[in-house]
């Protein structure tokens, strides 16, 4: 118990090994489904083995530096929204090679290591309209639902219309609809594990519609030789390397702050008052899984929003990352089971993901126009424009215009003004 004490700040008075460790199998079984998600959604750019190989690595790595020295329960991976953005928006809509985007992840992690020592990361935090962090998380949810719908063959190119509604007899369409009932059925019921049972589930319903290619149930870990420490240096000081590197570093901030703090204010079990409480260490775990995640070859790691399934069975200790991380190890020996996987088994989840991710919606002042407005173009103008960098730009420019059209200078500050400036410049010179 003194080892356990001093490796993951596990307390034996307040604490058991056998709730720790359900906690950690609990929170792995909620976020599982990335070893699935991630390597889907890079397959257009990356070879999956590969991509598997270094999603689980930068899981494990992550959350084995928040066990052993943040020694908080959460689970780190890449994030969902992140890999979007890495993969739809710098690769395939700007047009960047991975090694281009898994740069501008490397020198993002950098920068939120520089951040966290110097604490300047809290003037950045502090300059962004409350409404408009709201508005990107909203924002990011619609995006990835809207990806899932792709992915599924829901919604397809139409001349006409821009969009349009697939044919609902494409096997695709069909496995993602009762995906979505199943997965959404489990979530509802508050089954741990719910949305990763739903991908196994929906991936049953597919074999018979020939969507599942098996190759087998175990195989050693796809090499990472095709992509790890792959970075491009040519154009680091091109403007397009800032926008990119400022759009990761502000989702992944932003991610990793309101998971930790939202997690642990919601158990009310853990006080983020403490003057012992960990934050800023905690803060520097995701950091340094950044930077391993782009070496590694995969988009930012961050903190998860299902460590809080973890923390519901008891998880208050390192103790509960360290599991987590073990789970992550093992899983990467049945790489096969989660590669055969399908893209429309996968899509249920991000939908579902997108539905979680709107829920600050409900704390926007929607009676309030110079703040509900911002709110719901920056919101909107990421999934229609397929970019998180532009929908952060027009929302951040139109508060700063309305407010000043209306005299509410005081809502105003001077990084508001820089931070207005760089992003007009964004869409100006992009």
């Not at 020694?71 to 739809?88: D, E, I, S, T």
Request: hydrophobic share 55%; with cysteine.
């Amino acid at each position: 118990m003194n080892t356990l004490s001093k490796l993951f700040g596990f307390n034996p008075q307040t604490m058991t090994v056998k709730n720790e460790v359900i906690a950690g199998v609990t929170s792995f079984l909620a976020m599982a489904y990335i070893l699935a998600v991630n390597p889907s959604m890079f397959s257009a750019i990356m070879p999956v083995e590969s991509v598997f190989t270094a999603t689980a690595l930068a899981a494990i790595v992550g959350t084995l530096v928040m066990a052993f020295y943040a020694k908080m329960p959460f689970g780190l991976a890449p994030g969902m929204g992140l890999n979007a953005f890495f993969v739809f928006v710098v690769c395939l809509t700007m047009g960047h090679s991975w090694q281009f985007a898994l740069t501008a992840v490397f020198i993002e992690g950098l920068i939120f290591i520089l951040l966290t020592v110097t604490n300047l990361r809290n003037l950045i935090v502090d300059s962004i309209p409350s409404s408009l962090k709201k508005g990107l998380s909203v924002g990011f949810g619609l995006f990835i639902a809207l990806i899932g719908f792709e992915n599924a063959h829901i919604v397809v190119s139409h001349p006409s219309t821009v969009v349009s509604l697939g044919s609902i007899s494409d096997p695709n369409v069909i496995i993602c609809l009762i995906g979505i009932v199943i997965t959404g059925a489990l979530v509802s019921l508050k089954i741990k594990g719910g949305m990763l049972l739903g991908i196994i589930a929906t991936t049953i319903v597919a074999i018979p519609f020939g969507q599942v290619h098996y190759n087998g149930v175990v195989s050693m870990p796809g090499s990472l030789e095709p992509i790890f420490c792959k970075f491009e240096w040519g154009e680091i000081f091109s403007f397009d390397m800032l926008i990119v590197v400022f759009t990761f570093l502000f989702m992944d901030m932003f991610d990793t702050i309101g998971t930790i703090v939202g997690v642990i204010t919601k158990s009310k079990q853990i006080d983020p008052n403490c003057p012992d409480y960990p934050i800023k260490k905690a803060f520097m775990a995701d950091a340094v899984a950044t930077v391993a995640g782009a070496m590694f070859g995969t988009c930012t790691t961050t903190t998860y929003i299902e460590s809080a399934a973890g923390i519901a069975e008891g998880g208050r200790s390192g103790l509960t990352a360290f599991v987590i991380a073990v789970c992550f190890g093992l899983a990467m020996l049945f790489s096969p089971l989660f590669l055969a996987i399908p893209s429309a088994a996968v899509a249920p989840v991000l939908i579902i993901v997108g539905a979680f991710m709107i829920t600050p919606i409900k704390d926007v002042d929607l009676n309030d126009m110079s703040e509900a407005l911002p709110f719901f173009l920056c919101s909107i103008s990421i999934p229609f424009t397929y970019s998180v960098s532009t929908g952060l730009a027009i929302g951040m420019l139109s508060y700063l215009f309305i407010n000043l059209c209306i005299g509410g200078y005081k809502k105003l500050t001077i990084p508001m003004y820089v931070l207005s400036a760089i992003l007009l410049a964004g869409l100006i010179f992009a």
